[in-house]
């Protein structure tokens, strides 16, 4: 089986004209990198067809929702950034919501948090917001019709793929959970108990079913109808809350992007409730008075810096950022370069500012889960989308819904489900992020379209819970100011910090013992943990591309 596959990827890359896409080409028709190879062949396929970037983004989601059912989805939600080549940019939040039975203390038990609830089962579910978004992306700023961009997932879904040696592990990973819930168990676990095997052909029929209803009805074969009513279905078998009006109520929401500037660039981010951008935006304002390249890559100094302005974003990220649409976000306030530099007052090169003597500014435990996916498109036309896509955990909430083929997230994690309490990422969450019906959940997610003169220079972004915010900074400084490019951009060793816990996260032989020793004797701890997975897209002052592939995943990029 594993030769079918081989071949079938030859066959693929042959009639595409793949090539080892690190190298700088013109790629006529645009460039797709994703997390899966199938997907950004989905979205070169429609590039070659005519499609625009829009078109193929929507075609990359939903191919990821079928070829990588550990974070793509349909049960999920993300952001997609759009920059049009004539300059005009913008913003699509399909993030998940409360459902409108949801209440603050719904994960504590007799006077106890439970956090496990928000993270495993039916009560981690936030309303689905992926189909909506993609369905209204399309309608405002693609080309092609939803039939023709969704017919290529159709297809993987009913005939299947080949899973590859990592997709069948995740799934094998996770047999046991998914044993508990019997959609889950039906699609993600073999009859017979064995193992999935790499090479094995993956056929979902109920899912292609699915994407056929949203085929035929858009946004209603999803909300309404047959699916609607396994969603419900599902949730009234295991105590669930989402219903049917918080289905039909969903809507994504177009959202003008945050405006960050670093030299001759402009990076247009995902605003809130992505705390990605203001956190971007302030990290780079804390560090723009040195000079970066004379610190040096990855250099104790440089590390230090963005260590010390990496801490005091994500001690305003865990005060002031929630929904905009609940809670009133200071943003200008965050984004003031005068509160940002006094945010800095104390810093010092020499030694720490421990998290436990800074908290949030005035104005005048943690693990990474793998599943959040990102990809980066960029068309013939120069027109240029980044999308970070999620259901939270690894396979969300681990329940299918059964009878409909697709995972629902665990997105409540992402509430501060008790304001002052650490969730799954060691984020520690305020008032602004607790929970609330029909509320968005903050996310970390940080797709980012870098330009100079208007121009599409960098599409980036990545997955990895609270290390997104991180990993998305340094590829852009990594080639901004180190003049990487895009593929030593994104596997370049990154470093980590969140405020809370107070560890300066690096990445195995990421650091040199001497460099450790500096950063110890300032006083840092550290510890080594990887740092995100990004898929990046470069674009030279002629318009050549190229692109950044994480070595740290199993992702693809697809050009011709
Ligand atoms: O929106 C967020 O910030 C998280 N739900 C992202 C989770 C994630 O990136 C998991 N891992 N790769």
Redesign the pocket.
């Given at each position: 089986m594993k030769y079918v596959l081989i071949g079938f990827l030859a066959f693929l890359f042959i009639q595409t004209g793949y090539s080892q896409s690190r190298s700088t080409q013109t790629y006529e028709y645009g460039l797709v990198v994703s997390a899966e190879v199938y997907a950004s062949e989905v979205g070169n396929k429609i590039l070659r067809q005519g499609g625009n970037a829009v078109d193929a983004a929507v075609a990359v989601q939903f191919a990821l929702a079928v070829t990588l059912p550990r974070?793509g989805n349909l049960g999920g939600g993300g952001f997609m950034v759009i920059q049009l080549e004539n300059g005009t940019s913008t913003s699509l939040d399909f993030r998940e919501t409360a459902p409108s039975r949801a209440s603050r203390n719904m994960y504590v038990r007799n006077g106890e948090f439970k956090p496990e609830l928000s993270w495993e089962g039916i009560l981690a579910v936030g309303v689905p917001g992926t189909v909506d978004g993609m369905v209204t992306a399309l309608e405002r700023y693609g080309r092609m019709p939803l039939e023709l961009v969704l017919q290529p997932a159709i297809d993987l879904a009913k005939n299947g793929y080949y899973l590859s040696y990592s997709q069948a592990g995740s799934l094998n990973n996770y047999k046991d959970t998914f044993s508990k819930y019997e959609g889950s168990k039906k699609y993600y676990t073999k009859e017979n108990g064995e193992l999935f095997k790499e090479g094995d052909l993956f056929v979902q029929k109920d899912l292609a079913e699915v994407l056929e209803q949203i085929s035929k009805y858009g946004r209603d074969g999803f909300y309404s109808g047959s699916v609607a009513d396994a969603i419900v279905t599902e949730m009234k078998k295991k105590n669930g809350l989402i219903t049917y009006s918080d289905l039909k109520n969903y809507r994504s929401k177009w959202r003008a992007p945050v405006k960050a500037k670093f030299q001759d660039y402009e990076l247009t981010i995902m605003p809130p409730p992505s705390s990605g951008s203001i956190a971007v935006a302030q990290i780079l304002d804390m560090m723009d008075d040195y000079s970066l390249a004379e610190l040096g890559h990855n250099s104790a100094a440089y590390v230090h810096l963005m260590a010390e302005a990496m801490r005091r974003a994500f001690a305003d990220r865990s005060y002031y950022l929630g929904d905009p649409d609940f809670y009133d976000v200071p943003k200008q306030d965050l984004l003031n370069p005068n509160y940002n530099n006094a945010r800095m007052i104390g810093f010092s090169m020499d030694t720490v500012t421990s998290s436990s003597s800074l908290s949030h500014g005035e104005f005048s435990n943690n693990y990474?889960?793998?599943?959040?996916t990102h990809f980066s498109v960029v068309d013939k036309d120069g027109n240029a989308v980044a999308v970070t896509t999620?259901l939270?955990?690894s396979f969300g909430s681990k329940v299918a819904v059964d009878g409909a083929g697709f995972l629902l997230n665990n997105?409540m994690d992402?509430f501060s489900a008790q304001p002052g309490e650490p969730n799954a990422y060691g984020l520690i969450g305020g008032e602004a992020n607790a929970i609330e019906p029909g509320k968005r959940m903050l996310?970390?997610?940080t797709p980012t379209i870098v330009t100079k003169d208007g121009k599409v220079r960098m599409v980036l972004g990545a997955?990895?819970?609270?290390r997104?915010i991180t990993a998305t900074l340094q590829s852009f400084l990594n080639m901004a100011v180190f003049g990487m490019n895009a593929q030593e951009a994104i596997a370049a060793n990154r470093i980590h910090h969140q405020w809370l816990p107070d560890i300066l996260f690096y990445e195995n032989y990421g650091l040199s013992p001497d460099t450790i020793r500096l950063l110890e004797e300032k006083g840092h701890q550290l510890r080594t943990m990887s740092i995100a997975?990004g898929h990046i897209i470069y674009v030279d002052q002629d318009g050549n591309k190229s692109s950044g592939v994480d070595p740290r995943g199993d992702g693809h990029a697809a050009g011709y």
């Open positions: 974070a990474e889960s793998d599943e959040t999620t939270n955990g997105e992402d996310s970390s997610m997955a990895g819970g609270p997104i997975r």
